[in-house]
T-cell receptor
Framework: DAGVIQSPRHEVTEMGQEVTLRCKPISGHNSLFWYRQTMMRGLELLIYFNNNVPIDDSGMPEDRFSAKMPNASFSTLKIQPSEPRDSAVYFC??????????FGPGTRLTVT | KQEVTQIPAALSVPEGENLVLNCSFTDSAIYNLQWFRQDPGKGLTSLLLIQSSQREQTSGRLNASLDKSSGRSTLYIAASQPGDSATYLCAVSDSGTYKYIFGTGTRLKVLA
């Protein structure tokens, strides 16, 4: 059974460009979480969805960040325009009505 | 605001040694606590979940304890092995929404 799938695994882009990160949760899971991990701030929750509906986006740092979940099997995190301080590893995780979250391998974003 | 601290930040031990990783949190009104393992370049894997009503959980060579009143948890690893080398993160959830606040992690290296 496939776990959480994220793409791309690595992304290098120039400041000002739009970046879209993608996530496919585990089939049947009804909650999806986007996290950002940096050396300075550790792992932070950006937004989470339940049944495709955004429940809590208080962790989204700025209006430049947006997330969507058009259906139960796909979510995107978009940064527009990107800045060097957005460089981080972005993780997606999913869960099934319970406390245990299953993490994807992450997308390492570098903004130059 | 909940804050989670992990000490030490890094630890290097010889193979076979028993060791303890520490996690402290500022708000004792937690819903549950999880210990995760993160390997370089990979996502997080849940090791142990302790509900707020529980005192400890065990899985193989791992034992996690929880003392809510003092705001502390420990992860005990028995007979450490080189394969245990990874970063260990603890995370607390203060509601049933499973919105986790993560510690900054302890980077463990077990020497053969």
């Amino acid at each position: 059974d496939a776990g959480v799938i994220q793409s791309p695994r690595h992304e290098v882009t120039e400041m000002g460009q739009e970046v879209t990160l993608r996530c496919k949760p585990i089939s049947g899971h009804n909650s999806l979480f986007w996290y950002r991990q940096t050396m300075m701030r550790g792992l932070e929750l950006l937004i989470y969805f339940n049944n495709n509906v955004p429940i809590d986006d208080s962790g989204m740092p700025e209006d430049r960040f947006s997330a969507k979940m058009p259906n139960a099997s796909f979510s995107t995190l978009k940064i527009q325009p990107s800045e060097p301080r957005d460089s981080a590893v972005y993780f997606c995780a999913s869960s099934l009505t319970g406390p245990e979250q299953y993490f994807g391998p992450g997308t390492r974003l570098t903004v130059t | 605001k909940q804050e989670v601290t992990q000490i030490p930040a890094a630890l290097s031990v010889p193979e076979g040694e028993n060791l303890v990783l520490n996690c402290s949190f500022t708000d004792s009104a937690i819903y549950n606590l999880q210990w995760f393992r993160q390997d370089p370049g990979k996502g997080l894997t849940s090791l142990l979940l302790i509900q707020s009503s529980q005192r400890e959980q065990t899985s193989g060579r791992l034992n996690a304890s929880l003392d809510k009143s003092s705001g502390r948890s420990t992860l005990y690893i028995a007979a450490s092995q080189p394969g245990d080398s990874a970063t260990y993160l603890c995370a607390v959830s203060d509601s049933g929404t499973y919105k986790y606040i993560f510690g900054t992690g302890t980077r463990l290296k077990v020497l053969a």
